[in-house]
């Protein structure tokens, strides 16, 4: 299984290039953003409507196949406290299951306040509350990757100086 908690040794997993693909996983959809081959820019991608895990699971592995993913960062949602509560238990047994899925690396990372902040940005964009409903969960999943493309970009570097 290439399922990573150390964001570093999940950077020493993906080759060099290539996009990268992370998720809010939600109780009723699964938010999907893309990253560029330079892993510099998230973009909000996708939302899924939740059925069953195998629909689920079938309906992400085909939209990452078409886009030659090869590395996925799931939002970890952990309590305000820092604490893993139900909602990261369901995080991670749907990583541990989809690896199965999958054939690159996987890793998570600390999504707190990613909806929020998503919500805030779609306010400020004078978003319809409609449009908000529609796009809140990749937009949420573009907040999630760009944050673990920031940090990707700064082991990077460190290694490089």
């Not at 907040?143 to 460190?158: F, H, T």
């Amino acid at each position: 299984m290439t399922l990573f908690d150390d964001i570093s040794e999940f950077s020493e997993a993906l080759p060099h290039h290539g996009s990268i693909a992370g998720l809010d996983l939600g109780t009723r959809t699964i938010g999907v953003a893309l990253s560029d081959g330079l892993r510099s820019v998230a973009t909000p991608w996708h939302t899924i409507r939740r059925k069953k895990f195998t629909l689920d699971a079938a309906a992400l592995h085909e939209l990452l196949a078409t886009r030659q993913v090869n590395g996925l960062v799931l939002g970890l949602p952990r309590n305000m406290d820092g604490s893993e509560g139900p909602r990261c238990q369901s995080t991670r047994a749907f990583a541990r299951n989809f690896s199965s899925y999958f054939d690159g690396p996987l890793t998570f990372w600390d999504e707190r306040l990613s909806t929020v902040a998503a919500e805030r940005a779609l306010l400020e964009a004078d978003t319809s509350r409609k449009r908000r409903s529609e796009v809140i969960d990749h937009v949420a999943a573009a907040y999630i990757l760009q944050g673990a493309l920031d940090r990707l970009r700064n082991l990077k570097d460190r290694t490089h100086d």
